[in-house]
């Protein structure tokens, strides 16, 4: 390696958003981010205000409009789809389509970018399906068919399946955003964990500020202006959060680490 | 040890038993009555009491009951294909309008073919003939019926575009029909009834060839179709080619569908009702079990359905398709009604 910073996302001059053939709708422009392995990251920002947009760029999902995205120092688009399969995994929000897949069947399917043409499950597989029960503690729900779980479970199934899938990022949409305070703690404490302890890159959107403010090491701030990224504490200190809802109603309390509602 | 999904061994040799239990029957029953030494003896080339019962046996009621097993099997494989690629428990062969495109080249060819000229027509009657417009009909509707859903998303539009598919060939085939000779109409009324016999043995290594192409496009993508399960967005995270795979149903449904649909007619409700049957038996979505359990199924069904339609001990045979429809429909709608969900 040349350079001495090693990032294992990096993005230059990138510009996300949607183009047809009649118009080009810019959403953010001018990304650059830096981003060290091992890291939790928070995505924040408004509704609508682009973040499913930069995940899905980053993700190869859509297209950038204009410059680059390095995975490891290889640019996205020389990826093919295995190779960035077995880099990178999801935990999307839509909602599954109704099967009768059992858990076990869900998770198993995260070794899809590693078995053989009809998908054979061989012992490492199988231990590293098995790690992914124990570390989002869901082995006791192995045998039960999906649609049978409730949101919390199912959240926690679908990040064993990004886990199975063993990748060194994992990517996550709105991850707690049908859950309550309780299984929400769990979640982010979970996925902080796994950064921690397994040196996994962890990109989290979500709407739950206080608790990113807390946990992540990294924030990603997304706000009508500008694209913010840097440490945590130091966005904090800089005063960064107050641009990001940009309202009276909303205002950053330093001490707290926590936005609170000014009264008129 | 972490258990692994759960066995379906047992299921799988009760079926298989079932089947060529079936299958004797079938070959049993027919017109004229042949015991059981008879029947064994026609088929394994030994003594019989009468050689035209060989006749019976090897002409007519053996490749009639294997036409019926690549049938069944070929149109239920084409049912769940559809059913996970457009992730609908409503989608299937007749639905998305892939059997009214074999209609339509089968009306084109019988119907139109006095604008044809007399060299194509004498071609065309063969059942080869009929088998090339079946598939190239059934082909260019599913390609269209694609084409809609690469545009639209919502799998609900994507499924009354293949239904407005399905009225617009019925719409072309009524104008020929209005068009043409008492003796062309009957031609191809009696194709539309549907028949499992009157296939050559030439005829039946065609359908088979077929049949084993259209399944090996198949079992190359029974792992993506079942990270499908997921949804696109997940399957495409796990590396899966979501084109090919999509491309590959395509060709896998319009071979399999076209051919047998040339060679046996549109035969309803097979597509559709045979997964959903499979799926209740097999409480699964892993497309591993659900396939040779679903082709095994179907090729029980068409046997059964078969056996009713010859009405045995009489001279009669009714309209294969009127039976698949008559005994299928009310059976889907019990399970429904007294069982619970089907999950797709």
């Given amino acids: 390696?040349?350079?001495?910073?090693?990032?294992?996302?990096?993005?230059?001059?990138?510009?996300?958003?949607?183009?047809?053939?009649?118009?080009?709708?810019?959403?953010?422009?001018?990304?650059?981010?830096?981003?060290?392995?091992?890291?939790?990251?928070?995505?924040?920002?408004?509704?609508?205000?682009?973040?499913?947009?930069?995940?899905?760029?980053?993700?190869?999902?859509?297209?950038?409009?204009?410059?680059?995205?390095?995975?490891?120092?290889?640019?996205?688009?020389?990826?093919?789809?295995?190779?960035?399969?077995?880099?990178?995994s999801l935990v999307l929000t839509e909602r599954l389509p109704d099967s009768s897949l059992t858990v076990f069947e869900l998770v198993a399917l995260g070794r899809q970018p590693f078995t053989n043409w009809i998908g054979y499950l061989t012992n490492d597989d199988m231990e590293i399906i098995q790690l992914a029960f124990e570390k989002t503690n869901t082995k006791h729900l192995m045998n039960s068919k999906c649609y049978e779980l409730s949101d919390g479970q199912l959240q926690k199934v679908l990040i064993a399946r990004a886990l199975a899938q063993n990748t060194p990022i994992i990517v996550l949409d709105e991850p707690t955003a049908h859950l309550d305070l309780h299984h929400t703690v769990n979640t982010f404490s979970l996925l902080k964990n796994l950064a921690s302890e397994f040196n996994k890159t962890i990109i989290i959107s979500t709407h739950e500020t206080n608790l990113t403010l807390q946990l992540a090491d990294e924030l990603w701030l997304m706000t009508p202006d500008k694209f913010i990224s840097g440490k945590t504490d130091a966005l904090i200190e800089n005063n960064e959060l107050e641009l990001l809802f940009n309202s009276k109603l909303i205002s950053f309390n330093k001490e707290l680490k926590q936005f609170t509602i000014s009264h008129s | 040890m972490i258990t692994t999904a759960k066995s379906y061994k047992n299921t799988f040799v009760i079926l298989i038993a079932v089947l060529l239990i079936i299958f004797f029957i079938n070959i049993s029953l027919g017109s004229v009555y042949i015991p059981l030494k008879g029947i064994i003896g026609s088929l394994f080339n030994g003594e019989v009491e009468k050689e035209s019962w060989r006749a019976i046996v090897q002409n007519y009621r053996l490749p009639k009951a294997i036409t019926a097993i690549i049938v069944g099997s070929g149109l239920?494989?084409?049912?769940?294909?559809?059913?996970?690629?457009?992730?609908?428990?409503?989608?299937?062969?007749?639905?998305l309008g892939i059997s009214s495109g074999a209609s339509l080249g089968v009306a084109i060819l019988i119907l139109g073919a006095s604008f044809l000229g007399a060299n194509i027509a004498s071609y065309a009657f063969t059942n080869f003939g009929l088998a090339f417009a079946a598939s190239l009909g059934s082909f260019l509707v599913l390609s269209a019926?694609?084409?809609?859903?690469?545009?639209?998303?919502?799998?609900?539009?994507?499924?009354?575009?293949?239904?407005?598919?399905?009225?617009?060939?019925?719409?072309?085939?009524?104008?020929?029909?209005?068009?043409?000779?008492?003796?062309?109409?009957?031609?191809?009324?009696?194709?539309?009834?549907?028949?499992?016999?009157?296939?050559?043995?030439?005829?039946?290594?065609?359908?088979?060839?077929?049949?084993?192409?259209?399944?090996?496009?198949?079992?190359?993508?029974?792992?993506?179709?079942n990270s499908l399960l997921l949804g696109e967005n997940y399957a495409k995270s796990m590396g899966v080619n979501v084109k090919r795979t999509r491309n590959f149903v395509l060709i896998a449904t319009s071979l399999l569908t076209g051919v047998i649909t040339a060679f046996s007619g549109p035969i309803a409700f097979i597509g559709l009702a045979v997964p959903h049957l499979t799926k209740l038996l097999f409480t699964t979505s892993n497309h591993k079990i659900l396939l040779p359990a679903v082709a095994i199924s179907?090729?029980?069904?068409?046997?059964?359905?078969?056996?009713?339609?010859?009405?045995?001990?009489?001279?009669?045979?009714?309209?294969?398709?009127?039976?698949?429809?008559?005994?299928?429909?009310p059976i889907i709608i019990w399970l429904l009604v007294r069982k619970r969900k089907i999950y797709y």
């Fill in chain 2, 145 to 225: 019926v694609m084409i809609a859903a690469i545009k639209v998303r919502n799998t609900m539009s994507i499924l009354i575009i293949g239904l407005m598919f399905g009225s617009l060939t019925s719409a072309v085939i009524s104008i020929l029909a209005y068009f043409s000779s008492a003796s062309q109409l009957q031609q191809y009324m009696f194709w539309s009834f549907g028949s499992l016999g009157n296939l050559s043995w030439k005829e039946i290594t065609a359908l088979t060839i077929t049949f084993l192409i259209g399944i090996s496009f198949v079992i190359v993508i029974i792992k993506p179709l």
């Fill in chain 1, 1 to 88: 390696m040349s350079s001495t910073e090693k990032y294992i996302i990096k993005t230059s001059n990138l510009s996300i958003g949607y183009s047809s053939k009649k118009e080009t709708t810019t959403i953010a422009s001018n990304l650059n981010i830096r981003l060290k392995a091992g890291n939790m990251v928070g995505l924040l920002g408004k509704n609508g205000i682009g973040k499913s947009t930069l995940l899905r760029t980053l993700t190869k999902v859509q297209p950038a409009l204009s410059g680059e995205v390095f995975i490891n120092n290889k640019n996205l688009d020389s990826l093919t789809n295995n190779d960035l399969a077995r880099t990178l």
């Fill in chain 2, 76 to 95: 239920s494989i084409s049912g769940l294909l559809m059913q996970t690629l457009f992730r609908n428990p409503l989608a299937g062969p007749f639905v």
């Fill in chain 2, 298 to 329: 179907g090729a029980i069904i068409m046997l059964i359905c078969d056996s009713i339609s010859q009405l045995p001990n009489s001279e009669y045979t009714l309209p294969i398709n009127a039976i698949t429809s008559l005994f299928g429909a």
